[in-house]
């Protein structure tokens, strides 16, 4: 199994939701990655599990949490969220943290 | 013809003949690079890598160059065919205790039939 799964594949919320992004894999990998992803920009980095750890954040505001309840799972909580945060999030996993990393569909959100 | 992975130019091709697609990297100290591809509503999926001990590296239809002294990767796609029509990422990493990769801007592959 090379997959990375996401879910949900679209997401529609309002600016006092909360709500939460899942990804899963099942690779044995041990780093685990949430990416944003603009129209027509590249993915840019927003954390990066080790582990089961935290090992980077890279500045991201409060109002994106991340969770790594094993080392299958990766959740992205959201809360109060704003209009600008509205792109595609993607997760990754990878064996070794920073070698190939292996993308899942990611979910398209959308903040109203 | 060639273009600069820096703007998200767009790159177009005739079926059948070869891509060449560009990437300029940042870091001196980067000693890993990998090259997405991304089609529409997809997320990237991986094409090829490479290390810096290396300076070419082929696999199916696709060759990586790396070029340390000018701090350039391009990659090579032979007799390219519409299902390559897509957006090319170059990524690269570094060791300074953690890895993590960090993007190049993109280029976009239209392949004409």
């Known amino acids: 199994d090379t997959e990375v799964t996401q879910t949900p594949k679209h997401l529609v919320m309002g600016m006092t939701n909360k709500k939460s992004l899942k990804c899963e894999q099942h690779m044995g990998h041990r780093a685990m990655y949430w990416y944003k992803q603009k129209a027509k920009k590249p993915p840019e980095l927003m954390f990066v599990?080790?582990?089961?750890?935290?090992?980077i954040n890279e500045s991201v505001p409060s109002r994106f949490s991340p969770e790594c309840p094993n080392s299958s799972l990766l959740n992205l909580h959201l809360h109060a969220l704003q209009p600008e945060d509205s792109a595609l999030y993607l997760c990754a996993s990878s064996q070794d943290g920073g070698d190939e990393q292996y993308f899942g569909p990611g979910t398209r959100l959308t903040v109203t | 013809g060639e273009s600069v992975g820096l703007h998200l130019p767009t790159l177009s091709v005739q079926e059948g003949d070869n891509s060449i697609i560009n990437c300029a990297y940042s870091?001196?100290?980067?000693?890993?690079f990998i090259w997405y591809k991304q089609e529409s509503g997809k997320g990237p999926q991986f094409i090829i890598d490479?290390?810096?001990?290396?300076d070419k590296r082929q696999g199916q239809r696709v060759t990586v160059l790396l070029n340390k002294t000018v701090k350039h990767l391009s990659l090579q796609i032979a007799a390219t065919q519409p299902g390559d029509s897509a957006v090319y990422f170059c990524?690269?990493?570094?060791?300074?205790?953690?890895?993590?990769?960090?993007f190049g801007s993109g280029t976009r592959l239209q392949v004409q039939p």
């Open positions: 990524a690269e990493s570094w060791d300074t205790g953690r890895r993590a990769l960090t």
């Open positions: 870091n001196s100290a980067s000693d890993y």
């Open positions: 490479i290390r810096s001990n290396m």
């Open positions: 599990y080790s582990y089961e750890k935290l090992s």
